[in-house]
């Protein structure tokens, strides 16, 4: 079975892909420090506790966070001995090769989206993913990344507001009653909400009228559903698209014969 892990600049995530389907999706933050053998007591605790019996065989890696994949090769090698393919490094085939300015590293948690949002909807899309930041994804016709946006995540953009004015306290983000708050809360609630609401339809109608073709914009990350309440924002909502781009890329990598 294929072990596919998605690691952020906030939580990991780790999914069992039986070829069909996704057995479990385990999560966990995001630690440099955590040792193979640490990852390993986590992972095998949950599934007993879950009763889920998995013979892991294969291995695939996307993260942000260059310094954690060290000890996740180390976990593919040592508890489950294979290697695991990484995607971003140069034996990690794509389905489509992005086409950006010459030098340009792209995230591979973007590539992921890329290539999952695109072998589920086709092409002409923007993929819009909630994560520690906001991204925004665009795909080609082919199914190539050509570009897109980044913006400061909404959890982000709640703690820097909080840690420079010290009398504005800690909210939830949740969709607010009315738009003119009348207290601290509801004031901050109002402003996140609607604001993030506003960057997103702005920056996706600015993209739409760049790239000169219809597309279709697709949500993806924790707090997709919370926003699509806002607005018309988007024609669909994936809440696996990352996971499952992984398991895309893996088949093609099979299929090439590159593992």
Known sequence: M?????????NTVFSIWDGERFLCTLRTSTEH???????????????????????????????????VVFNLRVLSDRYFNCRPLVVGRPDCLLPHAPRVDMGTQVGPDR????AAAFDRHGG?????????????DVVAEDGAYVG??????????????????????H??????????????VACMQSGVFWGYVG???????????EYERPMRIIGTGGLAPL??????????IEDDLTMHGLTVIHAYNKTHGAI
């Open 2 to 10: 294929l072990l596919a892990i998605d690691c952020g600049n906030t």
């Open 33 to 67: 420090q955590r040792t193979a053998d640490q990852y390993f007591v986590w992972f095998s605790t949950l599934l007993a506790h879950h009763r889920i019996e998995a013979k892991i065989d294969e291995v695939i890696i996307s993260s942000t966070v260059p310094r």
């Open 111 to 114: 590539l992921v989206n890329t």
């Open 124 to 136: 002409d899309l923007i993929v819009v993913d909630f994560g520690t930041a906001t991204t925004f």
């Open 148 to 169: 897109g946006v980044i913006a400061p995540g909404v959890n982000l953009s709640l703690e820097a507001l909080h840690q420079a004015a010290a009398a504005l306290p």
């Open 171 to 184: 909210v939830d983000v949740t969709k607010p009653q009315k738009v003119i708050g009348t207290n601290t």
């Open 199 to 209: 960057l997103v339809s702005g920056i996706c109608d600015r993209i739409r009228a």
């Open 227 to 236: 926003f699509a309440q806002g607005d018309v924002l988007f024609d669909t």
